[in-house]
């Protein structure tokens, strides 16, 4: 019953917000770098009650720290954002983009044309309000503008790093 209520809640909460929002198609570039966002808004980037809720959450492992005081307390990001997108099978998925800083960027990544780099990590909300992470990447911007995205192997231990706030190396 309890899961039925909150997912309800959810649900109502992610309908009021769309209803009250303007979609914004123009904008193709999913990821964007740290010197091409606008400042001024935040068109596509959404912090609402369903990120909200999931942000209150734990991962199985990591139950002391709830997720979103981990991810938003990670220290080597720079930029972090929570971004929806629902699903017509009813699934909403939330993508966390962390950003780091620049000047940690390798000679190699930049002689690549390595602009800036992230990580993203997507949540999967099931109708029934379970969750689960379903994969974490690695976002290449490259001074030509596109951005390149690395599915990485060890989605835990990159996990582990952020929340036990440790340097996640490339």
Same mark, same amino acid.
Request: proline share 2%; aromatic share 12%.
């Given at each position: 019953? *309890? ?26 570039? &999913?990821? !964007? ?28 492992? +990591?139950? =002391? ?8 307390? +990670?220290? +080597? ?8 997108? =629902? %699903?017509? /099978? #009813? ?9 780091? @800083?620049? /000047? %940690?960027?390798? %000679?190699? =990544?930049?002689?690549? #044309?390595?602009?800036? *780099? ?8 099931? !109708? @029934?309000?379970? $969750?689960?992470?379903?994969?974490? =990447? &690695? ?8 951005? +390149?995205?690395?599915?990485?192997? @060890? ?10 706030? &440790?340097?996640?190396? $490339?």
């Amino acid at each position: 019953m *309890r899961n039925f209520f909150l997912l309800t809640l959810m649900i109502a909460t992610f309908l009021c917000a769309t209803a009250c929002s303007k979609n914004d198609t123009k904008n193709t570039n &999913k990821y !964007p770098a740290e010197n091409q966002v606008d400042k001024s808004s935040a068109k596509g980037i959404t912090n609402s009650g369903i990120a909200d809720a999931l942000k209150n959450k734990t991962l199985a492992g +990591y139950e =002391s720290t709830t997720i979103g005081t981990a991810f938003d307390s +990670y220290r +080597y990001f720079t930029k972090k954002e929570w971004k929806e997108t =629902s %699903a017509q /099978n #009813g699934k909403i998925y939330i993508d966390f983009i962390g950003w780091f @800083d620049t /000047n %940690a960027l390798d %000679a190699l =990544s930049i002689k690549d #044309g390595v602009s800036a *780099r992230a990580i993203d990590v997507k949540f999967v909300i099931n !109708p @029934d309000g379970s $969750f689960f992470v379903a994969m974490v =990447s &690695k976002i290449d911007a490259k001074t030509d503008g596109k951005f +390149y995205s690395y599915p990485l192997e @060890d989605s835990a231990g990159i996990l582990a790093k952020m929340y036990a706030n &440790k340097e996640i190396a $490339f």
